[in-house]
């Protein structure tokens, strides 16, 4: 499995951008695609995750601006993001997991990850 993350990128605050992952070597339908972000000197942080169903959740501090999508026939989850604020800066991780869940995925156990792609919200 290899997940390889683009689309981070320096942005002012109310902008928006979207993260794109692209999974190798994962059936959609079998895995939960999450997101995570961690920002210097804090834990890592669930944002959102999808399911292998196409259930998605999101952590409340991203709830209403953030949104996950995928696309299976692309093998590609994106996280749109929306009214991005200076608080939303920091490293973001694609994230795998085989699993099937009911209910939410974050924080899941995911043990396949991205390398991260930088996101800065400037003020």
């Known amino acids: 499995v290899q997940l390889v993350e683009s689309g981070g990128g320096l942005v002012q605050a109310g902008g928006s951008l979207t993260l794109s992952c692209v999974a190798r070597?994962?059936?959609?339908?079998?895995?939960?695609l999450a997101w995570f972000r961690q920002a210097p000197g804090k834990e890592r942080e669930g944002v959102s995750c999808?399911?292998?169903?196409?259930?998605?959740y999101y952590a409340d501090s991203v709830r209403g601006r953030f949104t996950i999508s995928k696309d299976d026939a692309k093998k590609t989850v994106f996280l749109q993001m929306n009214t991005l604020k200076p608080e939303d800066s920091a490293v973001y991780y694609c994230?795998?997991?085989?699993?099937?869940?009911?209910?939410?995925?974050?924080?899941?156990?995911?043990?396949?990850w991205g390398q991260g792609t930088q996101v800065t919200v400037s003020a």
């Open positions: 999808v399911t292998h169903d196409g259930s998605t």
């Open positions: 994230a795998t997991e085989l699993a099937y869940y009911v209910g939410s995925c974050l924080p899941g156990n995911y043990d396949y």
């Open positions: 070597g994962v059936t959609f339908g079998d895995y939960a």
